[in-house]
Nanobody
């Protein structure tokens, strides 16, 4: 079993930056795809960014060039650096993991964190 714990959310003005972290506890594996997702009130959950064990990353078009996903295997910590934040980035952000795959193309995220709120004011 794996537990994912997010931190780093908060409130910031448009143009500001935040860094989210997600630490994995339990039976993790060297093979993985991990990702960040978000859900705004009244909207469906959407993928923000993913990273595989080979450090291959993928981003939603809306965050490309502004967000950077990274993974520190030694610390079992996934991060999301968010720059140039916009009001439309306001959402609950969740990290997720699939420890059964080597690439994110076939990921089916079985583990989810509890979420951390990001609020961007104009």
């Amino acid at each position: 079993q794996v537990q994912l714990v997010e931190s780093g959310g908060g409130s910031v003005q448009a143009g500001g930056s935040l860094r989210l972290s997600c630490t994995a506890f339990g039976n993790t594996a060297s093979s993985y795809c991990m990702g960040w997702f978000r859900q705004a009130p009244g909207k469906e959950r959407e993928g923000v960014a993913t990273i595989s064990m080979f450090r291959i990353t993928s981003y939603a078009e809306s965050v490309k060039g502004r967000f950077t996903i990274s993974q520190d295997n030694a610390k079992n910590t996934l991060s999301l650096q968010m720059n140039s934040l916009k009001p439309e980035d306001t959402a609950m952000y969740y990290c997720a993991a699939d420890y059964r795959v080597r690439t994110c193309r076939t990921a089916d995220f079985a583990y989810w964190g509890q979420g951390t709120q990001v609020t961007v004011s104009s």
